[in-house]
């Protein structure tokens, strides 16, 4: 059975950082694109990130570029998502899936940025 | 930027009923489009991939068809558990995009 298990999210002032896992089983990690989307408070999906297993090539949309920078750990089956400079706008449940065609999904972990 | 437009953004329906729900890309995007089902306060569950091929445990009352530029979900036969917001994505290129979501209400 394929699991995803996102954790790291919480509160934190604007300008701040946090390092958000997404720990994956129950598949061949490096066979498959993980990506990171974001729903904001009573909003619609929206895209943040992309990383290829294989050979880590990523993608950020542009509202994150320069800011997030995502990341894995092969041996950890384990995708990573380091937010820097985070804004009131980047505050949503953020969730990790499996492949760009969101196969399965993490069950969220929310991200508050406030003052 | 891929575009997606997705209507109706809200429908009232009947346990029983067959709705659709269309999506609309603007530009080509062959088959590369997904549907979800979101409940609330729960993560998006993936339903059809390839415009119309179904994941593994949904039932047969969903289908999804299309290409190129305008897709539909159907669901024949709506059940209380459907009452849901759904969603579409391209994943033809990056960035990845949304429709803005169907709210499927009693």
């Known amino acids: 059975e394929v699991q995803l298990l996102d954790s790291g999210g919480g509160l934190v002032q604007p300008g701040g950082s946090l390092r958000l896992s997404c720990a994956a089983s129950?598949?061949?990690?490096?066979?498959?694109?993980m990506t990171w989307v974001r729903q904001a408070p009573g909003k619609g999906l929206e895209w943040v990130s992309s990383i290829i297993i294989s050979d880590g090539s990523t993608y950020y949309a542009d509202s994150v570029k320069g800011r997030f920078t995502i990341s894995r750990d092969n041996s950890m089956d384990t995708v990573y998502l380091q937010m820097n400079n985070l804004r009131a706008e980047d505050t949503a449940i953020y969730y990790c899936?499996?492949?760009?065609?969101?196969?399965?999904w993490g069950q969220g972990t929310l991200v508050t940025v406030s003052s | 930027d891929i575009q997606m437009t997705q209507s109706p953004s809200s429908l009232s329906a009947s346990v029983g009923d067959r709705i659709t729900i269309t999506c609309r890309a603007s530009?080509?995007?062959?088959?590369?489009l997904a549907w979800f089902q979101q409940k609330p306060g729960k993560a998006p569950k993936s339903l059809i991939y390839?415009?119309?091929s179904l994941q593994g445990g949904v039932p047969s009352r969903f289908s999804g068809s299309g290409s190129g530029t305008d897709f539909t979900l159907t669901i024949s036969g709506l059940q209380p558990e459907d009452f849901a917001t759904y969603y579409c994505q391209q994943y033809t290129n990056y960035p990845l995009t949304f429709g803005g979501g169907s709210k499927v209400e009693i």
């Open positions: 899936s499996q492949a760009t065609s969101g196969l399965n």
């Open positions: 390839d415009a119309s």
């Open positions: 530009q080509d995007i062959g088959n590369l």
């Open positions: 129950g598949f061949t990690f490096k066979n498959y694109v």
